[in-house]
């Protein structure tokens, strides 16, 4: 069974930093692409970036571009997530989710596994 | 970015009811549609992919339809279980990914 645990969320003032983590159980890590999606409150969902199988390949959103950076241990199975330069408009939560393919840039991709999120914060 | 567009935002029915949930897109994804069902503070859940192919476990209740610019989401009798938040995502452009605004389904 596939499993995805997200941890590192937490309350930080707009400026700030924080990693999220993601570790993978259940599948071969390395063999597929991972997401970061986020949910801000009330809202609804807006990917935030992805990383190849291999690490090699990655995307941002614009809305995180140059702020964020996402990375992966495959010898882990873990896949981070590095937040920078904080806005209050990060506030969310924030999901990883697998892909169901090695690459990133294929059309017909589909997020077929979960985590269950981990809440960040960005208030004063 | 390719926009997608949910209507209804919400709605609400009875358990045994038909329920369609109808999903544009900004310009043509071929046939390269997800749905998503999301429960109150759970993660979201893969329930069709390309445009009609139900992930595997997904009840036969389920059926999704469309090309191009236009699909829907069909519940056929909606059940208890079934109240949630449903999301189209486009998978012709990867970069990024985009979703729609989400349905949600309540109880009448």
């Known amino acids: 069974e596939v499993q995805l645990l997200e941890s590192g969320g937490g309350l930080v003032e707009p400026g700030g930093s924080l990693r999220l983590s993601c570790v993978a159980s259940?599948?071969?890590?390395?063999?597929?692409?991972m997401n970061w999606v986020r949910q801000a409150p009330g809202k609804g969902l807006e990917w935030v970036s992805d990383?190849?199988?291999?690490?090699?390949?990655?995307y941002y959103a614009d809305s995180v571009k140059g702020r964020f950076t996402i990375s992966r241990d495959n010898s882990k199975n873990t896949m981070y997530l590095q937040i920078n330069s904080l806005r209050a408009e990060d506030t969310a939560v924030y999901y990883c989710?697998?892909?169901?393919?090695?690459?990133?840039?294929?059309?017909?991709?589909?997020?077929?596994?979960w985590g269950q999120g981990t809440l960040v914060t960005v208030s004063s | 970015d390719i926009q997608m567009t949910q209507s209804p935002s919400s709605l609400s029915a009875s358990v045994g009811d038909r329920v369609i949930i109808t999903c544009r897109a900004s310009?043509?994804?071929?046939?390269?549609l997800n749905w998503y069902q999301q429960k109150p503070g759970k993660a979201p859940k893969l329930l069709i992919y390309?445009?009609?192919t139900l992930q595997s476990g997904v009840p036969l209740r389920f059926s999704g339809s469309g090309s191009g610019t236009d699909f829907t989401l069909t519940i056929s009798s909606l059940q208890p279980e079934d109240f949630a938040t449903y999301y189209c995502?486009?998978?012709?452009?990867?970069?990024?990914?985009?979703f729609g605004g989400g349905t949600k389904v309540e109880i009448k």
């Open positions: 989710a697998k892909s169901d393919r090695f690459g990133i840039s294929s059309a017909g991709t589909k997020f077929d596994s």
């Open positions: 259940g599948f071969t890590f390395s063999s597929y692409a």
């Open positions: 990383i190849s199988g291999d690490g090699d390949s990655t």
């Open positions: 310009l043509s994804i071929s046939r390269y």
């Open positions: 390309a445009a009609s």
């Open positions: 995502q486009q998978s012709y452009s990867m970069h990024p990914p985009t």
